[in-house]
């Protein structure tokens, strides 16, 4: 973490578990176990049909609310998509694009990330890209590569201005669910070459200013160690992110120095 030019974001990401009756319960469980004073923005990311109620219960504990998904498209006929206005118009702070579960099980490519990522900024949501490689990938010595090239693609048309909003989370999909995590070396390594490749792109200054998160089964474990990498700017977690005292524990993690 360096929060001298960027902020650490602790992000949650509930895929397609839970319910909106839980979640009041599981924010006052949150409440009481997190530090009151807090040096990260954290966000739990959760079905769009859930956010109104991350909103209402988030808002005394200062947890916003996210999407995980959105459409490409402004509005019309997409039967069954959630526009990123109809995301805005109910308090989303945060939107998931990219992830490695939306390319694997909806072929969702770089482009439409992109594309995807464009709609959110236009309505004031902010993306949090994923980008990561395969197991196979990183046996083949790709990794950064294929990041560099997801990166790219995913930043393209997206000025400075913009750039300011955006979230990169970097995720190798090997680690992702698996319980297997990235040693704190390996996802150092990449999200500083995430942000070099920003800076190639931007400049120096844009680059210093975007939040890199790494994702990938951090837990309370191993929160502290992975955020203590200087271009690691915050976490994308998902099963620890179901269980309010682990969530706490990375929140506190995410406030040492
Ligand atoms: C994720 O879903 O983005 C994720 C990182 O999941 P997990 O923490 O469970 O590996």
Redesign the pocket.
């Known amino acids: 973490m360096n929060r001298k030019y960027r902020k650490t974001v602790i992000a949650g990401?509930w895929?397609m578990n839970m319910l909106a009756s839980e979640i009041k319960p599981f924010i006052e469980e949150l409440k009481a176990n997190m530090p009151a004073k807090r040096a990260c923005d954290v966000v739990l990311c959760v079905p769009g049909v859930m956010v109104p109620a991350m909103v209402k219960s988030g808002k005394d504990a200062k947890v916003a609310a996210g999407g995980e998904d959105c459409s490409c498209f402004e509005k019309g006929a997409y039967t069954g998509e959630v526009s990123a206005a109809q995301l805005a118009d109910v308090g989303a702070k945060y939107c998931v694009v990219g992830?490695s579960e939306r390319r694997q099980y909806h072929g969702e490519d770089d482009m439409l990330v992109n594309a995807k990522a464009k709609a959110l900024l236009a309505h004031g949501v902010n993306p949090i890209i994923c980008v990561g490689e395969s197991l196979e990938q990183r046996e083949a010595d790709l990794t950064m590569e294929y990041v560099a090239y997801q990166v790219k693609t995913a930043l393209s048309g997206i000025d400075a201005t913009a750039l300011r909003h955006c979230v990169i989370a970097y995720?190798p999909i090997w680690?992702?669910?698996t319980g297997k995590t990235a040693t704190a070396e390996q996802a150092e390594e990449v999200c500083e070459g995430i942000r070099a490749v920003i800076r190639k792109i931007y400049g120096a200054r844009p680059a210093r200013a975007v939040s890199i998160l790494y994702?990938?089964?951090?837990n309370a474990k191993n929160a502290a160690e992975l955020l203590a990498q200087p271009d690691i700017d915050g976490g994308?977690?998902?099963?620890?992110s179901l269980k309010p005292a682990d969530f706490a524990t990375i929140i506190a993690a995410a406030n040492q120095e």
């Open positions: 990401n895929k992830h995720e680690a992702i669910g994702g990938g089964s951090m994308l977690i998902g099963g620890a």
